[in-house]
T-cell receptor, first 110, second 111 residues
Framework: SQTIHQWPATLVQPVGSPLSLECTVE??????LYWYRQAAGRGLQLLFYSVGIGQISSEVPQNLSASRPQDRQFILSSKKLLLSDSGFYLCCGQFNEKLFFGSGTQLSVL | QKEVEQNSGPLSVPEGAIASLNCTYS??????FFWYRQYSGKSPELIMSIYSNGDKEDGRFTAQLNKASQYVSLLIRDSQPSDSATYLCAASIQGAQKLVFGQGTRLTINP
């Protein structure tokens, strides 16, 4: 079965610091991969998605970026975090049209 | 902008009753629909998928789809306190390999 690994579970970062969140997938090859963000009490906002190595589609203009250096690896980055980047970040993979989520990273920017 | 709309709630239902959650979507080309359950501080988990008009039952859960009216619903029979969570509705976007999520409905089952 497919498994999405995401870490860390929680992260506290100062404003202006860099960010790197990593997500890896087990149990399948060439999955579609996604980064969503969820602000407190809000719905899921699609940030980036990737259909293959080096292929990134950005949904929302912001100071975040994404990369897919390997088939089963998806990375979310920022050079300088803003207060508004705080939220619950979720990596997910699409298998047979269904999305399955990793355990998420709660990011607090202070 | 393709949208999925849900009543944010909270929706309170007594234990043992039927909980009814509703969702509407704007993209007439949407073909796939999903219900996710999310406990506080946790990631969403898939509970139902539905692709054709009508009802689909899985245990205590029934998903209903009406493409003509562009709505999806989720019924939870014999509601349990453990069903208390936020329920997210999602729809596929025609021509794109992605899902759009609603804001979620917070459901509370009262013992």
């Amino acid at each position: 079965s497919q498994t999405i690994h995401q870490w860390p579970a929680t992260l506290v970062q100062p404003v202006g610091s860099p960010l790197s969140l990593e997500c890896t997938v087990e149990g399948t090859s060439n999955p579609n991969l996604y980064w969503y963000r969820q602000a407190a009490g809000r719905g899921l906002q699609l940030l980036f998605y990737s259909v293959g190595i080096g292929q990134i589609s950005s949904e929302v203009p912001q100071n975040l970026s994404a990369s897919r250096p390997q088939d089963r690896q998806f990375i979310l980055s920022s050079k300088k975090l803003l207060l508004s980047d705080s939220g619950f970040y979720l990596c997910c993979g699409q298998f047979n049209e269904k999305l399955f989520f990793g355990s998420g990273t709660q990011l607090s920017v202070l | 902008q393709k949208e999925v709309e849900q009543n944010s709630g909270p929706l309170s239902v007594p234990e043992g009753a039927i909980a009814s959650l509703n969702c509407t979507y704007s993209d007439r080309g949407s073909q796939s629909f999903f219900w996710y359950r999310q406990y506080s501080g946790k990631s969403p988990e898939l509970i139902m998928s539905i692709y054709s008009n009508g009802d689909k039952e899985d245990g205590r859960f029934t998903a209903q789809l009406n493409k003509a009216s562009q709505y999806v619903s989720l019924l939870i029979r014999d509601s349990q306190p453990s069903d208390s969570a936020t329920y997210l509705c999602a729809a596929s976007i025609q021509g794109a390999q992605k899902l759009v999520f609603g804001q979620g409905t917070r459901l509370t089952i009262n013992p």
